[in-house]
């Protein structure tokens, strides 16, 4: 391929918020580009791991190309390696003929049916994927991921724990861009230049004490992200400061949300529930709270609530095993990072900070400069420099 405009084939499980400024900044770095999906979700089938039903309240589908490929499953489900399955995908790719196809990594079958797709009609492939090198594997699935990102031509990274993991498994540096991962930060700049004014009602409205600390957990209330280890830390911090220091806020469902409830009322802290905020809504939350709390485990190969928090100028505290933290966490600059499961440790990062507002504001503020620096138009431009490499372009 020569320099101009690269044709461009993505191959995604489904739309998500996350990937859909990623394809208009492509589209603005003048790619020529189509998406194809393998399954466009109902509201209960978009719901999977928060419970009942909702659609995203932001456009996912404008500002790009995009088409929709055979389901071959009567029960399609997201939940699972296999619960989709695409028909006709080399057939799609050959009528597109285009220069390079970019999956969004391998954790579906269908982005595997595009890969393997690409090679078979000589198409070079790029992988977006999200896996990184804190999590352990057995030796098995070492060997077979080793042997799978050997077929891919180029790489854009997320993060320094994501290209470590390319690394590790033998692909070489030079094939591996660093896109970054990020969010929408036009939306989220919109929503915090709307909400801010109205930190005090809002509050209120959740009977957030004026003089609290509000830590914030925002995400399916699930076991990776060890939400009980939110309350027991909360609780530690409380019973160290006086009354109405420390204030919890929970953002969103999930398969633990009853035992959460359990433990939040067994504690010391003030915690309140506000259930799932769609999109247009979640701004309330970061501009209620005065940190977020992120102390999950391996599973948590990035975690972008942490850049959603850090857009509106909150301190984080994650766990050392959450993906983002040597991108985004420097201890004690945009942060603090503890170990993973050390609810003591977790407890007394949250009693500093709520005995330290001005200590909140400055960690805050070097929050919000790192953050910017994640960006979709970095991470298009980093996929058209990942495109020209697996094409051999200049």
Not at 58 to 78: E, N, T
Not at 338 to 354: I, K, N, Q
Not at 378 to 385: D, I, S
Request: contains cysteine; aromatic residues 8%.
């Amino acid at each position: 391929m020569t320099r101009g405009s690269p044709r461009v084939v993505v191959v995604a499980t489904h739309p998500i918020q996350y990937h859909a400024p990623w394809f208009r900044a492509l589209v603005a770095e003048g790619v020529d580009l189509h998406v194809l999906f393998a399954f466009l979700p109902d509201a209960e089938r978009q719901a999977a791991g928060f419970g009942g039903r909702f659609e995203w309240d932001v456009p996912l589908l404008d500002g790009y190309p995009w088409s929709i490929l055979r389901q071959a499953r009567r029960s399609p489900d997201l939940s699972s390696f296999s619960g989709l399955r695409s028909q006709g995908i080399g057939r799609v790719l050959a009528t597109f003929s285009p220069d390079a196809v970019v999956l969004t990594g391998w954790n579906s079958l269908p982005l595997l049916q595009g890969h393997l797709a690409a090679i078979r009609l000589g198409i070079p492939t790029v992988v977006r994927g999200e896996s990184n090198a804190l999590r352990s594997r057995p030796a098995w699935k070492k060997t077979g991921q080793r042997v799978l990102l050997s077929s891919y031509d180029a790489f854009v990274s997320i993060g320094k724990v994501n290209r470590e993991f390319y690394e590790r498994n033998g692909v070489p540096p030079e094939r591996i861009v660093d896109g970054g991962y990020f969010v929408d930060e036009e939306h989220f700049e919109v929503l915090r230049t709307r909400e801010t004014p109205r930190r005090e009602e809002l509050r209120e409205s959740w009977g957030i004490p004026a003089r609290a600390c509000c830590f914030l957990f925002v995400g399916k209330i699930q076991p990776k992200k060890r939400p009980l280890d939110f309350v027991a830390a909360l609780d530690e911090a409380s019973r160290q400061l006086p009354e109405d220091a420390v204030f919890g806020l929970v953002v969103g469902g999930g398969e633990l949300e009853a035992e959460m409830r359990r433990a939040a009322e067994a504690s010391a802290a003030r915690i309140v529930f506000a259930g799932f905020l769609n999109q247009q809504e979640i701004g309330r939350a970061y501009v209620a709270a005065d940190a977020l709390v992120l102390p999950s485990d391996g599973g948590e190969t990035w975690g972008l609530v942490v850049n959603e928090a850090m857009l509106f100028g909150l301190p984080v505290v994650v766990s050392d095993r959450v993906g983002c933290g040597p991108d985004l966490v420097d201890d004690g600059e945009t942060g603090f990072v503890v170990p993973c499961g050390d609810v003591s440790a977790l407890g007394d990062r949250l009693a500093e900070l709520a005995q330290g507002e001005i200590l909140r504001k400055r960690m805050g503020d070097h929050a919000r400069r790192r953050v910017l620096e994640y960006s979709p138009r970095r991470g298009a431009k980093a996929t058209v420099a990942a495109v020209r490499i697996a094409t051999g372009g200049s």
